[in-house]
């Protein structure tokens, strides 16, 4: 089955969207937060999402910046995989939680939030947030238009 995109990406619609959401991971990327990171967090919110536009240009990126195939291969079972950090983990689990909102009654459990305070400050952890946020809307947006794997990219 050929997939197809139902309708042009918004951004491409819309073009000031495309510069408010530059803005919005520049300010991310000033975080703290390490750039692999904030990648495989990315990677993983797609992934819950079944966004395969987002898996598929998420995993390149990281690709693209030396990421290793085991941990590529990994980041969906990074609970069982020893190739992450403790940092890593904990906002991997931040993602998870943030994105699967309406699977538990506590969203984002104070296990969850405490683990990811160990490593992150406040700065860290606003930037984690809104990656995890801007992730989530890209998300919706490729899966409800059907946007095809390797068809647009942000500019």
């Known amino acids: 089955m050929q997939v197809q ?9 819309l073009p ?3 510069q408010a959401v530059q803005a919005l991971l520049k300010a991310t990327r000033e975080g703290g937060v390490p750039a692999t990171t904030l990648e495989l967090v990315h990677l993983r919110a797609s992934q819950i999402n079944g ?3 987002c898996v598929d240009s998420g995993a390149r990126s990281l690709k693209k910046a030396g990421e290793t195939d085991e941990r590529l291969f990994a980041v969906a079972a990074w609970r069982e995989a020893p190739y992450f950090t403790d940092a890593e983990r ?3 689990a931040l993602a998870e939680a943030a994105t699967r909102l309406a699977d538990r009654p506590d969203s ?8 990811a305070v160990q490593y992150y400050d406040e700065k860290g952890l606003a930037a984690l947030i809104l990656m995890i946020a801007t992730t989530n809307l890209f998300n ?4 409800t238009i059907r946007q095809v794997a390797g068809s647009w ?3």
């Open 153 to 155: 990219t942000y500019s």
């Open 5 to 13: 995109a139902r309708m042009s990406n918004p951004a491409t619609i």
């Open 90 to 92: 904990a906002a991997l």
């Open 51 to 53: 966004c395969s536009f």
């Open 108 to 115: 984002v459990p104070d296990a969850v939030w405490d683990e």
């Open 16 to 18: 000031c969207v495309t």
């Open 140 to 143: 919706r947006v490729n899966v």
